[in-house]
């Protein structure tokens, strides 16, 4: 960046710290208005993301705390296991500091927009039903179910964007859980507009026709709208008739009241349920596709992936009809294969945070009311925390267990990801039947992949999923 921009933006933004911007990490903050922002978008649109932070490594060392100015904000980027730990372990110097598109999107009452009592009371509240051994074990039927007669339908139609179709079956599980009572069409209905909400979440917050965010802007109101009707007509019919002995996650959200008897309001409501839906399909249904697509390429990890499915196949005594939480949980290579794709594809490469005081990470100042993120990537990334770090290799996890704060695909703290369990039964259950008895082709084996919002080939993965001719069940 040219001296006198950097001079401008810096007086701007540091001149009011004193003496104490002496104390910031290194790095600049950019342009005026755009700060860093062209050379992050420059790193994320081309086939090598990481060279954004690589860039700072190279100037400044692996210190692993720089300034930057981005989406808007001055920001201070923490990005490995000590820094990193270190913001997402304290909540009351470091609350949830999304950009506004993020904020806008997912809704201010959903848990990016809320911290300290109300945060725990309602994560507490929605996390148990997904996440808890009871709760997994009530689901794993309907995955199971869903996972056969999907891969049996998949390979009765030829060419198909295996992507798509998988945040399908994703989102069919999520709705289970938060809107089973709803009909197939306000289902498919919502997870065509996902699409679009998702692709604005990590765009500039222009809400000018033609970009990203305006168009998201659009597909939350669709949500808001569908899921507002969906909400009244429960609330009409509880009028006349008992709750449901079966409840899902928008009757408990209905009933719940706070100590003083307060119920949420429907916007509360909606934004929880806004959250959930696209939070519990997205990055699942990416994931099944990558941990597929490496296997696939790998055939001595597919081997032996699959060697071990046909041992649990084998050992299920001979009444049991579907697969146990036990079983899932006995899937050790598979669990390392899902840990390895996790690693290496960074779903939710970054959070965001914001400083609610001044406060050191080291010896450096993160100034009060600036943005934090936390680059989950660059830890997942870091060739002294993961040798040869772009190589997809499972083995790289025999006998290891990751050091605190090395290993954060589902971030950590207070905000640890409440569906990391359940997205990994939903992965598991997939690859099960998948090793079982199918294989994937793609068309564009070599089709290039797009880092924003989420990395993705740009053909999403269009492929063929057919039956493997000598493998019988
Ligand atoms: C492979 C799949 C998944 C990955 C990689 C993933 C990753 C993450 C990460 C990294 C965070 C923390 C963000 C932060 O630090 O602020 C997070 C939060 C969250 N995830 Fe997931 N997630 C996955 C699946 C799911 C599923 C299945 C659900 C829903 C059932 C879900 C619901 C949420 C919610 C609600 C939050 C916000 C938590 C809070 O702020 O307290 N995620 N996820």
């Known amino acids: 960046v040219s001296g006198g921009a950097r001079r401008v933006q810096e007086w701007v933004h540091e001149w009011g710290l004193g003496e104490k911007r002496k104390r910031l990490p290194p790095g600049d903050l950019g342009w005026p208005l755009l700060g860093n922002m062209a050379a992050f978008l420059w790193a994320f649109k081309s086939n090598d993301p990481d060279s954004f932070i690589n860039s700072y490594i ?10 930057a100015y981005m989406f808007g904000t001055p920001t201070i980027m923490v990005t490995i ?6 913001v997402l372990m304290d909540d009351d110097l470091f609350v949830p500091g999304w950009p506004k598109a993020t904020c806008e999107l997912i809704g201010k009452k959903s848990f990016v927009g809320i911290i300290h009592e109300e945060h725990k009371r309602l994560r507490r509240l929605t996390a148990a039903p997904i996440n808890g051994c009871e709760a997994l074990t009530t689901y794993l039927e309907f995955i199971e179910d869903t996972v056969v007669s999907t891969l049996e339908k998949w390979a009765g139609m030829g060419e198909i964007e295996f992507l798509t179709e998988l945040r399908r079956f994703t989102f069919k599980i999520i709705m289970k859980i938060f809107l ?9 209905t919502l997870e065509k507009v996902y699409t679009d909400l998702n692709y604005g979440m990590r765009a500039m917050a222009i809400n000018i026709p033609g970009f990203a965010y305006h168009k998201a802007l659009k597909a939350r109101k669709k949500l808001v709208a569908i899921l507002q009707a969906a909400l009244e007509e429960r609330k009409a019919a509880r009028a006349t008739n008992p709750p449901p002995a079966d409840k899902d996650m928008m009757d408990r959200l209905m009933e719940v009241e706070d100590e003083n008897g307060r119920k949420l309001s429907n916007e509360e409501i909606i934004d929880i349920l806004i959250m959930y839906l696209n939070a519990g399909h997205e990055s699942s249904g990416h994931i099944t596709m990558w941990a597929t697509v490496f296997l696939q390429e790998h055939p001595e990890f597919f081997q032996k992936a699959k060697a071990e499915q046909e041992e649990i196949r084998r050992n299920k005594p001979p009444m049991q009809k579907g697969l146990t939480l036990r079983e899932v949980r006995k899937m050790e290579y598979l669990s390392k294969v899902i840990d390895e794709t996790l690693r290496i594809v960074n779903i939710s490469f970054v959070a965001f945070r914001k400083a609610t005081a001044d406060v050191y990470v080291n010896g450096y100042l993160i100034p009060k009311g600036w943005r934090v993120q936390t680059w989950y990537r660059s830890v997942h990334m870091d060739p002294e925390v993961y040798p040869d770090p772009k190589k997809f290799n499972p083995s790289r996890w025999d006998g290891l267990t990751p050091k ?3 290993f954060l695909p589902f971030g950590g703290g207070s905000r640890l990801c409440p569906g990391n369990e359940l997205a990994k039964i939903e992965i598991s259950i997939f690859l099960h039947y998948f090793l ?28 063929k999923i057919t039956k493997i001719p000598t493998t019988s069940m």
Do not use: W
């Open 404 to 406: 605190s704060g090395t």
């Open 180 to 188: 089973s009572s709803e009909s197939d069409s306000i289902m498919e």
């Open 58 to 67: 190279r100037r400044f060392s692996r210190i692993g705390i720089y300034k």
């Open 81 to 86: 296991p000590e820094t990193c730990k270190q």
């Open 436 to 463: 079982l008895k199918y294989q994937l082709t793609r068309l564009n084996p070599k089709c290039p992949v797009r880092y924003l919002p989420h990395p993705r080939p740009t053909d999403n993965c269009l492929a």
